[in-house]
């Protein structure tokens, strides 16, 4: 059995086809394939492209792929997942069986192998999204970052952007943010940091996200104004877990909480502020790092839709061990 799993995103869209003991036959990686923000010309580009790719790579295993696990960023709020669907089965063997659904399922998979669970995202964006044992769904936040994206790298940049202005007007303490914005930034004075933000050459919420790695390097030297910081990302993101929580399980029920996206790069940090947050709230909940990258967790998607309920800890090993080569 072939799986071709694909993880489409913002930034980059990357596609594997492996079998159901995780040996990878073919993999690839693509341009941004948000149906929200591009053309409908420039998706099909893209996805046209990474297929065509992975055929070149192997065409005897391409033309017997079972199955095809999308899981495409945007998909589900545009409404063109049986769209997205249509044009995919144009360009696979006729067998395949085309899965197509947000790519918060991948998340989600590379941590809990295709078990039940919630994933807390935490990218540029952010949003909290669970399955539970009958196959129910929940999402909370992750609605647009101009007024919900708690715990995203956009919302620990602006809130170290915040604080650095606050404390060069007089308004809050000191904190070592300044010295590393200006650095990052290239400037010598704090008012100088808008015209770096607003810059025409990239959208602020970009540029701010990037300011993410600052704040938690910040916090882990022992900047009181980055700990806060954190602290308050982890009490936001927390809200959208109890909320997915509640809707899907019973409050002791022990359920994995997978971290994904780049603000968990170092999670140190963030699992300790949500144990603590978790303790009366969700007091049997397991917070866990992903074990595959998120194109295995379709991958395991892909399995899911083919009636293998069981993935061993053997395969994330050997997906592992076959994606870096």
Known sequence: MYVLGI?????????????????????????????????????????????????????????????????????????????????????????????????????????????????????????????????????????????????????????????????FDGRGPSTVLTERLLNFFDARHVPELTGKIYSPKEHPRAVIAKLSPIVVEAAQAGDP??????????????????????????FDHPTVIVLSGGVFTHPGQFVWYLNELSRKSLPNVIFRETRVDPVGGAVIGGLKAMGISSIEESFAERLNRELKK
């Open 225 to 250: 104004v980055a700990e806060g910081i954190i602290c308050k990302a982890c009490e936001e993101m927390m809200k959208c877990i109890e909320a997915c929580h509640n809707k899907l399980f019973d």
């Open 7 to 167: 993880d489409g995103g913002g930034t980059k869209t990357s596609g594997v086809v492996a079998d159901e003991s995780g040996r990878v036959y073919m993999q690839t990686i693509g341009g941004s394939s948000n149906p929200n923000a591009l053309t409908q010309e420039k998706f099909e580009e893209v996805l046209s492209g990474l297929l065509a790719e992975l055929e070149n790579q192997n065409p005897h295993i391409f033309a017997q792929l079972s199955v095809c696990f999308a899981g495409m960023s945007g998909v589900g709020e545009s409404g063109g997942d049986a769209e997205f669907a249509k044009l995919l089965k144009k360009q696979l063997p006729a067998q395949t069986d085309v899965v197509v659904v947000n790519d918060a399922y991948n998340a989600l998979y590379s941590g809990t192998l295709g078990n039940p669970g919630i994933v807390q995202i935490a990218g540029t964006g952010a949003i909290s999204f669970g399955i539970n044992y009958e196959d129910k769904r929940a999402r909370a936040g992750g609605w647009g970052y101009l007024f919900d994206d708690g715990g995203s790298g956009y919302y620990l940049g602006n809130e170290a952007l915040r604080a650095v202005f606050e404390h």
